[in-house]
């Protein structure tokens, strides 16, 4: 049973930091390209960032980049997002999901997601 469960979450001023982790089981984590999403209340998700299996290549949304790092360690089964500069506009749930690759646009796995709040 595939299980990716997010963590880091939380309340932070604008301008903070927060680095989000995703922990994957039940799937050979490099085997895949994993990826961050974001949706607010009422807004489409948006697909943050992306990594492929090797974490050489990354792909970032316009409005995250500058000040997101995505990042993985395969050893450990491990995804991460490091957050710099936060803007209330960050405000929403956060999501990691597992694909075949990098282009993919659909996801083979989801996680349950962990809420970012971004005070002004």
């Known amino acids: 049973q595939v299980q990716l469960v997010e963590s880091g979450g939380g309340l932070v001023q604008a301008g903070g930091s927060l680095r989000l982790s995703c922990a994957a089981s039940?799937?050979?984590?490099?085997?895949?390209?994993m990826n961050w999403f974001r949706q607010a209340p009422g807004e489409e998700r948006e697909r943050v960032a992306v990594i492929s299996w090797s974490g050489v290549n990354t792909y970032y949304a316009d409005s995250v980049k500058g000040r997101f790092t995505i990042s993985r360690d395969n050893a450990k089964n491990t995804l991460y997002l490091l957050m710099n500069d936060l803007k209330p506009e960050d405000t929403a749930g956060y999501y990691c999901?597992?694909?075949?690759?990098?282009?993919?646009?659909?996801?083979?796995?989801w996680g349950k997601g962990t809420l970012v709040t971004v005070s002004s």
């Open positions: 039940g799937l050979t984590f490099k085997d895949y390209a």
């Open positions: 999901a597992a694909s075949t690759n990098v282009y993919s646009l659909s996801m083979d796995y």
